[in-house]
């Protein structure tokens, strides 16, 4: 039988990401699409669809070859039943993606949470089985993770496990989620948290750099501005980082307590492009929050695979599952 193949999807809210690699890992084509969340789960299912019979075209493969799918999608999902139970990002409800694009493909197809296979990515491919158990936060817009014990995922009952940027950080007054919730680590220390506070500040008059820098216009505040003016030294930027990095290494202090883990990764768009100011005043805060001898041992590790962690890991999870693994 000639060997074969298998192909690794990171659904986005703007990209899809997937890739084709051989049964010892060796990725053999990839391709990137714009997800069009507009046009619907079905729009959408289809376009996954293609980008695998692309990949396939560019490996000049015939279907055949093909021994199954594993897809990275934003959560909450169930890794069980196959059903994204919820994706604001792309604006579905209980879509069950898993066999809708089995009978699409008409191959096995296995979903799991992006930030879940993120973090299988970097344990196993970015660095190396080094360490068995490992936790990945992502910091980007929002802020999600991954539990790996043991080598594996842990899903939690129903697949929602590891939703790190949702502890209650200030049970009090703190800023409204995307969840529901008020103060959670996602609403005080993510992208989308500096952003907003930049905004009211930028409002309120007590960002006079940052509103200049925008043009004008408190809404053209990003992030990414935040970061370039704090690197200049603009007091009101530097102070909403330092904000930001406080509560992210309390949110990282309470993991600490809680996984005792050897390592944790950092990976997201927002540690990509201002990890270096953000987290050494978050791990300064991690060691000291955690208990003196859990935060001692412990290494904070920037992502090793970036912006692929959710392909390498969708693949290490298809070729796991064709090579009979758990
Ligand atoms: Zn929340």
Redesign the pocket.
Known sequence: MPARVVVGVDLGGSKILSGLSDLQGKVLAEVRLDTCPESGPEGVLHRIAGSVHELLQQAGLPRERLAGVAVGAPGPLNPVTGVVREAPNLGWRDFPLRDRLAALLQVPVWLDNDANLAALGEQRVGLRDQWPDLLYVTVGTGIGGGIIINGDIYHGAAGGAA?F??M?IVPEGGPG??????G????LASGGAMEREARRRARDGQAEALLQAAEGEPDNITARLVAELARQGDAPSLAIVRMAAYYLGIGLGNLVNLFNPAVIVLGGGITAGMGDLLLPGAEAEMRRRAMCTLAGDVILRASVLGARAGLVGSLVLARRRVNGGR
């Open positions: 939703e940027g949702h209650t989620c995307g969840c529901g919730n008020h959670c680590l996602e609403s």
